[in-house]
């Protein structure tokens, strides 16, 4: 069945470098600088705004506040009244906020919805972050009394690549130095003031211990605060406002496919269903094919990637999830080059999770804003070449939750 | 603009006398009672359920769980792969689920969503309870070192109605009495063993506290664990799904009409911002208009409602919100008997909140399938005769979130 089509129209991110708990300030806050920070770069009045969608994964956690859908309301007087809500699926929480608001969109419901993916994580210290994260798990069963349960389950991933294809840690490696790099080309990566080399990656050091399994410090992605704000339009308000900017209406992003599915929670319940299967987390690939699916694209027309590499073993999982290698075989497009900037099939231009910085919440409007970045040619030191058409893929949990969109005209 | 229609399908909740902590049972064995009870209810296979949404405001706290859109796939091994979300707006979250739900199916997206609320809270003391509830006010400002945060705030709802209007406690007492008494006819009521008279009722005594302000003990709901699962269909599953039953399609009923509307975190800002207003919460009063709006009808055509009585006070407000009785004159329908079963607009013949529990994301929910209930002629004792089209009002926060619907056909 055709959708209406779902316009991306801009929107902004906060600097992932930024401390907001040292810099004493409110969850709300942050929220306020994403929202008006969209509203600025998209060039839209608060007062245009129908609806709006948040995603967050914890704040009742990490900033002991729920209901934050309704905190929109305080970045402008003119949002009072609006619909809210918050949607949440743990890592995945950005994406399952754009689903929603897109639904929306596509049922006629109204005509500009904003998207706010927000998380405040740099509240509590290192051991309760990773306790917290560990409720996007099944915590009792794969988290209580674990410390940094993720790495732990992603370096399983991995062992589960080692066992049934052969996995080289030094490929891993390679994959953090990719997104370090790029992330020095980022203004607002986390990391892009780091050192990170494809050497210091190998290497466990005093400098990069181990956190879990075979997942090193340089395989993980950051604990980060940020706030993303992205608008959504149907074609009616889309015609007007590529009208009054004297632009043609072909020339907007939109979102040309999405893929939605979910695994079993626990990530030995998902490796035992995928025991036969060539791909180790075949419902993340469906969502991929999915969402190729419904944009009537192959990866051929992909000009880049932002996949969510909470570690390197989940950018790994996805080279081969995407098709990019054959199952198994994403090392061979890690030796290649390809996954570079300037590559075959640039991943992470942005630095990805690894380099641009986690705030879990927002990473899935983060990721999309990327790809509108992308496709748009304002992507500044990190544009991919004539990109066309950006994929992203999203994951909550070990795996569990996969969103997948083809960003582009 | 014309939308597709959603159909309900019926579904089933769990008792909400029961204590799930005690019977050492996790939050994903509620759900799955839930789930597995609503299939068997509407008749539905798992395999045919194609999404999945959960209404839940913050297992985070209670249970140390989030990720929790993901659990319903542990109901059943059919269910694997589907998507899944969860949704959130403090004590609506259930309908904000149902609205995401809905949205997908006028989308197109798919034919048959499964909607599932719930909420395990007897797994911390009354005093941690409260604290956690504070999270769907604005935390730092109105509960932070607060004792039960909630009854207060909405202490100071029935202050602003005395303030603006006069009101006799006499009346909330009358509330409580007739939400008891109906609950009683609710087998599956948290309450309805219990013994709670109008004069009961209206009494401080040790056994009915002050709890905060106005509030006593019997003008609050209750802290309740429990789970409620029912099945939307768009208007291709609906007219299979009556064939296969040898029935109409137009016996089913569907969701005629609905209301979002969000208003100011804090109370204080939503009393300053509606002092010019008859209304005290005028954007609730807007989500009320909207959903008799988008269903085409006025409040003479619905038969009950089912409303958000979190505590008398706001049931009191819901009275004149609905426009039962002019601004102010809640007291007049609490005299004239016109909210008790038999009434002329019975109000919460289930029991409501007060009575019948309020396990806080599953509430919205809750409200939806006793509004199927009465309009299919199946609720048993506490069926309002004749009923064919019913109204619900769940609010998250101190009225911050408002979601209305009518159920009817």
Redesign the interface.
């Known amino acids: ?1 055709s ?2 089509a779902v316009f991306i129209l801009g929107g902004a991110q906060t600097d992932f470098a930024r401390n907001w708990s040292k810099e004493n300030k ?1 969850i709300a806050a942050l929220m306020r600088e994403a929202v008006l920070g969209g509203l600025e770069a998209a060039a839209i009045e608060a007062g245009e705004v129908q609806t709006a969608h948040v995603g967050n ?2 704040a ?2 990490y900033a ?11 970045a402008d007087p003119a949002l ?11 890592c995945a929480s950005g994406s ?1 906020a754009i ?2 608001a897109s ?2 969109i ?4 109204y005509d500009l919805a904003m998207v706010v993916g927000v998380e405040q994580m740099k509240t509590v210290d290192a051991a309760v972050g990773g306790d ?1 994260l560990g ?6 069963r794969e988290a209580r009394g674990i410390e940094f349960p993720f790495p732990k389950l992603f370096g399983r991933l991995g062992d589960e690549y080692d066992k049934r294809y052969g996995l080289k840690d030094e490929h891993l490696a390679h994959i953090a130095a990719v997104n370090y790099s790029n992330a020095r080309r980022n203004p607002l990566a986390q990391t892009r003031n780091w050192y990170m080399s494809e050497s210091h990656a190998s290497r466990q050091s005093r400098y990069n211990a181990i956190i879990g399994g075979r997942i090193k410090a340089s395989d993980c992605s950051q604990v980060t605060d940020g706030a993303v704000a992205i608008f959504l339009a149907s074609q009616n308000y889309a015609r007007e406002y590529a009208r009054r900017r004297n632009i043609d209406l072909d020339r907007l992003p939109r979102i040309l496919g999405w893929g ?6 626990e990530f030995e319940a998902k490796v035992a ?1 995928s025991r036969d299967n060539p791909y180790v987390l075949p ?1 993340t690939r ?1 969502a991929i094919l999915d969402a190729f699916k419904r944009a009537n694209v192959s990866l051929q027309q992909i000009s880049a990637i932002e996949t969510h590499d909470c570690f390197t073993t989940s950018e790994y999982m996805a080279i081969d999830h995407f098709g990019i290698t054959r199952p198994g075989e994403s090392w061979k497009a890690v030796e290649e080059g390809v996954i570079e900037l300037g590559g075959a099939m640039p991943i992470n231009p942005s630095g990805g999770l690894i380099g641009a910085g986690h705030p879990v919440g927002a990473t899935g409007v983060r990721q999309v804003l990327d790809a509108f970045r992308q496709v748009t040619a304002t992507a500044g030191d990190y544009q991919v070449e004539e990109a066309a058409k950006v994929a992203t893929l999203n994951i ?2 070990s795996g ?2 996969s969103c997948a969109f083809v960003i582009g005209r």
Chains 1, 2 share one sequence.
């Open positions: 069945m959708q209406p409110h994964f914890a009742e956690l002991h506040q729920g209901h934050l859908g309704a905190f929109v309301l305080e009072s009244g609006i619909p809210t809500s918050r949607h949440e699926a743990a399952i689903l929603a639904a929306e596509e049922a006629g419901r917290y409720t996007a798990a099944w915590y009792e939605h599915r979910t695994a079993p929670v269903e419902h469906q909550g949990g569990t939750t």
